[in-house]
């Protein structure tokens, strides 16, 4: 079992809606959870970080957590073209910060 | 805002060739680490370092070496380069637990 997983898409959404990027992970110890995003040809940018269980909200993004379920999402609202990109989930168990990242989730946003 | 800098974006190198890829970032962060990306495997981790003179091996060293002289820099070493080493290489380094920032990545064509 991979220890982050997502859907490599892509995923389509039209201008305007709500993109949902969805991640879960194998190890209950995980503490910090990050979403980074990754336009073609360049490297990953962190846009969101999620520590507890729940929603963090920054601008037009919603990190969601839930632990129990061992799952992690992200909410783009009003989504627009400059939003697609490739979306990464990562993933680490404190400490350290040695962090494990899913393969990504391409999403196109449709104008 | 943390600068994080890779020598080369593009580099080509023949088989069988010793290759230094180099990182400097302008804060201090203790933490540094190699990534490797490639197309449906996503991001690798090469190896990492917490500190000066030191090192430990990530998910897939083999092939791989690494140098920390000083804080600001750490060096990726391919000992005796190989096609199955084309790829995207990330530089990244941390501090506590907010999450990672990317160097622009060097694209390595072996031939």
């Known amino acids: 079992q991979k220890e982050v997983e997502q859907n490599s898409g892509p995923l389509s959404v039209p201008e305007g809606a709500i993109a949902s990027l969805n991640c879960t992970y194998s190890?209950?110890?995980?503490?910090?959870f990050f979403w980074y995003r990754q336009y073609s040809g360049k490297s990953p940018e962190l846009i969101m970080s999620?520590?507890?269980?729940g929603d963090k909200e920054d601008g037009r993004f919603t990190a969601q957590l839930n632990k129990a379920s061992q799952y992690v999402s992200l909410l783009i609202r009003d989504s627009q073209p400059s939003d697609s990109a490739t979306y990464l989930c990562?993933?680490?168990?404190?400490?350290?910060?040695?962090?494990?990242f899913g393969i990504g989730t391409k999403l196109q946003v449709i104008p | 805002d943390v600068k994080v800098t890779q020598s080369s974006r593009y580099l080509v190198k023949r088989t069988g060739e010793k290759v230094f890829l180099e990182c400097v970032q302008d804060?201090?962060?203790?933490?540094m680490f190699w990534y490797r990306q490639d197309p449906g495997l996503g991001l690798r981790l090469i190896y990492f370092?917490?500190?000066?003179?030191?090192?430990e091996k990530g998910d897939i060293p083999e092939g791989y070496s690494v140098s920390r002289e000083k804080k600001e820099r750490f060096s990726l070493i391919l000992e005796s380069a190989s096609t199955n080493q084309t790829s995207m290489y990330l530089c990244?380094?941390?501090?506590?637990?907010?999450?990672?920032?990317f160097g622009s990545g060097t694209r390595l064509t072996v031939v």
């Open positions: 999620i520590y507890s269980n």
């Open positions: 990244a380094t941390s501090t506590g637990i907010y999450g990672y920032t």
């Open positions: 370092s917490y500190d000066v003179k030191m090192k």
């Open positions: 990562a993933v680490n168990l404190g400490g350290y910060q040695k962090v494990t």
């Open positions: 804060m201090d962060h203790e933490n």
């Open positions: 190890d209950r110890g995980s503490q910090s």
